[in-house]
Nanobody, 126 residues
Framework: QVQLVESGGGLVQAGGSLRLSCAASARTFSDYVMGWFRKAPGKEREFVAAISWKGATLRYADSVRGRFTISRDNAKNTVSLEMNYLEPDDTAVYYC???????????????????WGRGTQVTVSS
């Protein structure tokens, strides 16, 4: 069992920045692909970014590429999402997720992830 706890959400003006963090309780954190997803009101949960086991491979949604950066620290069992040039459309609850297994496939699909945090609210005002 892996527990994930997100932090760092808040209210920010358009054009501003936030850094989200996710702390994991996993015994071997590097066994998991880590992802960030978000859910806006009235929309389905959508993929934001993912990072491979040792951080060598990254994937971003088109809507955030160039503005967001995902990173991980396996020594501290944390994964972060640096968000810059935030837009009102980025307003959502952001979730951290962990995917077990050794395959980097379909990592944009929510069903691939085994563990989820409770989320942290990000609100971007115009």
């Amino acid at each position: 069992q892996v527990q994930l706890v997100e932090s760092g959400g808040g209210l920010v003006q358009a054009g501003g920045s936030l850094r989200l963090s996710c702390a994991a309780s996993a015994r071997t954190f590097s066994d998991y692909v880590m992802g960030w997803f978000r859910k806006a009101p009235g929309k389905e949960r959508e993929f934001v970014a993912a990072i491979s086991w040792k951080g060598a491979t990254l994937r971003y949604a088109d809507s955030v590429r160039g503005r967001f950066t995902i990173s991980r620290d396996n020594a501290k069992n944390t994964v972060s999402l640096e968000m810059n040039y935030l837009e009102p459309d980025d307003t959502a609850v952001y979730y951290c997720a962990a995917k077990s297994g050794s395959r980097w496939n379909d990592i944009e699909r929510t069903v691939q992830y085994d563990y989820w945090g409770r989320g942290t609210q990000v609100t971007v005002s115009s």
